[in-house]
T-cell receptor, first 114, second 118 residues
């Protein structure tokens, strides 16, 4: 299957700082990328959908000014958590699709805000 | 809106035995896809099996098979000859029809934590 890689896997930051998480499709061009948030022992909640070169579409209840998503190329999408607070601590997962109906997931990034 | 329900938060089974994970869903759509994803301790989600709603035949993938009951909106996963490497969180997921390809929004269930006991 196709490979999606996230970086960093773990990040710890101080409250009030911003953190950027990268999601790369390594061997395919991802027409669309999705960002999810997963709380401990819970399901994945879709945060936003991003298409290359256009603004991301955010799910209801997700603050677009706090969670900035950029999809600069067909192989890279970034999620920036701005002015992070402890309640933003979570596991963030991205996935990419090449338009065939199958999603390929990254390894996830654990964010801890102190 | 679609909902996906997994009523078994945790299950455990002896190695080599067969286990069935349940999943029900609710939708008004007629054409859709159903998936089972596996999330091992390493955290990367892996597709286990996929079922197209318009296909009556149940999907199989080696030791993994599904029992898809469209009228009952049920989609269970059977793992035969379970192995230690099957230990993981399993998520059932729903996606609308192929018209949404390129915008594949998945709705996930809450997951079942499966432990294979040596």
């Amino acid at each position: 299957g196709a490979v999606v890689s996230q970086h960093p896997s773990w990040v710890i930051c101080k409250s009030g700082t911003s953190v950027k998480i990268e999601c790369r499709s390594l061997d395919f061009q991802a027409t669309t990328m999705f960002w999810y948030r997963q709380f401990p022992k819970q399901s994945l909640m879709l945060m936003a959908t991003s298409n290359e070169g256009s603004k991301a579409t955010y799910e209801q209840g997700v603050e677009k000014d706090k969670f900035l998503i950029n999809h600069a190329s067909l192989t890279l999408s970034t999620l920036t958590v701005t002015s992070a607070h402890p309640e933003d601590s979570s596991f963030y997962i991205c996935s990419g699709t090449r338009g065939t109906g199958e999603l390929f997931f990254g390894e996830g990034s654990r964010l801890t805000v102190l | 809106a679609q909902t996906v329900t997994q009523s078994q938060p945790e299950m455990s089974v002896q190695e080599a035995e067969t286990v069935t994970l349940s999943c029900t869903y609710d939708t008004s759509e007629n054409n859709y896809y159903l998936f089972w994803y596996k999330q091992p301790p390493s955290r990367q989600m892996i597709l286990v099996i996929r079922q197209e709603a318009y296909k009556q035949q149940n999907a199989t993938e080696n030791r993994f098979s599904v029992n898809f009951q469209k009228a009952a909106k049920s989609f269970s996963l059977k793992i035969s000859d379970s192995q230690l490497g099957d230990t993981a969180m399993y998520f059932c997921a729903f996606m609308k029809s192929e018209e949404d390809f390129g915008n594949e929004k998945l709705t996930f269930g809450t997951g079942t934590r499966l432990t294979i006991i040596p």
